[in-house]
């Protein structure tokens, strides 16, 4: 599986971004898919993560309420909206995809990455 993650930029805190990771490789929907983010001189940390049928979600602490992970199993994408963004959500996001279709939380249990995007919230 090949993961593409794209959507990130600089924003003002409070503002929007919509982050997308378009999979190729296999069928899609095999695949419970994830979202991290890694800050500079930080670990790789669970963001988001959705169930291969798309029917479950679950999110960490500090996005839940601001943050939509959502998945187009016809088109092979996975979403991340992100809104009120705040500075601390600067980071460097990473969409992953499992060999399961159930998700996991941890970084270890996913077996395919995307190469990165940057967000940046400025105050």
């Known amino acids: 599986v090949q993961l593409q993650a794209s959507g990130g930029g600089l924003v003002q805190a409070g503002g929007s971004l919509r982050l997308s990771c378009a999979a190729s490789?296999?069928?899609?929907?095999?695949?419970?898919m994830g979202w991290f983010r890694q800050a500079p001189g930080k670990e790789r940390d669970f963001v988001a993560a959705?169930?291969?049928?798309?029917?479950?979600?679950y999110y960490a602490d500090s996005v839940k309420g601001r943050f939509t992970i959502s998945r187009d199993n016809a088109k092979n994408t996975v979403y991340l909206q992100m809104n009120s963004l705040k500075p601390e959500d600067t980071a460097v996001y990473y969409c992953?995809?499992?060999?399961?279709?159930?998700?996991?939380?941890?970084?270890?249990?996913?077996?395919?990455w995307g190469q990165g995007t940057q967000v940046t919230v400025s105050s």
């Open positions: 992953a995809a499992r060999s399961a279709t159930y998700y996991g939380f941890r970084a270890s249990e996913y077996d395919y």
């Open positions: 490789g296999r069928t899609f929907s095999n695949y419970a």
């Open positions: 959705i169930s291969g049928s798309g029917g479950s979600t």
